[in-house]
């Protein structure tokens, strides 16, 4: 599988151990950055990652920053991309069971590299369940959905 990955300054310490270990498992790895642990802004990195997952250039995004919060919403934002933050393994598998996940938010802070390490080998190889979830992520990919007409925004 061709997989990007990138992170922000609280995530790269775990970014070359999670791409070697990727790696390792016979993927192919894009390395979007950063290049240092210098300060960032993870938006700059996730937009990347999320851009090449929705051109279909890779299969599937990883992202790390310190909670894989915000790295995940900025990648979600993207038109085709459906990113989840993640921080077990049983969330990675029903990620991808049940939304299809194609974007991965890690925490570089709170979640250990080898907890890491079995989240993704869960997101990678659990795949979509189908069925009744088809139609919840087609609706949830839409851009205009009718069912929301009319729905006042204003609660």
């Given amino acids: 599988m061709r997989i990007a990955i990138a992170s922000d ?19 192919e790895v894009l390395d979007c950055g950063p290049a240092t642990d210098d300060r960032c ?25 310190g909670t894989g919060l915000g790295i995940a919403m ?9 990113a989840v933050p993640i921080q077990t393994v ?5 990620c991808r069971e049940h939304n299809d996940a194609n ?4 925490s570089g802070r709170f979640v250990s590299l080898t907890d890491n390490e079995r989240i993704l080998d869960t997101f990678l190889t659990t795949e979509f ?6 139609g919840r992520v087609e609706k949830m990919m839409r851009e205009d959905d009718p069912a929301f007409e009319g729905v006042p925004v204003d609660f």
């Fill in 103 to 106: 974007v991965i938010g890690l």
């Fill in 41 to 65: 802004d993870y938006p700059d990195y996730g937009d990347k990652v999320a851009r090449l997952v929705a051109k279909g250039e890779v299969e599937r995004g990883v992202l790390i920053c």
């Fill in 9 to 27: 300054h609280a995530g790269f310490l775990q970014k070359a151990p999670l791409a070697e270990y990727l790696r390792s498992q016979g993927h």
């Fill in 129 to 134: 369940g189908g069925g009744r979830h088809t």
């Fill in 90 to 94: 049983e969330f990675a598998r029903l």
């Fill in 74 to 82: 900025t990648a979600d934002k993207v038109p085709g991309v459906r």
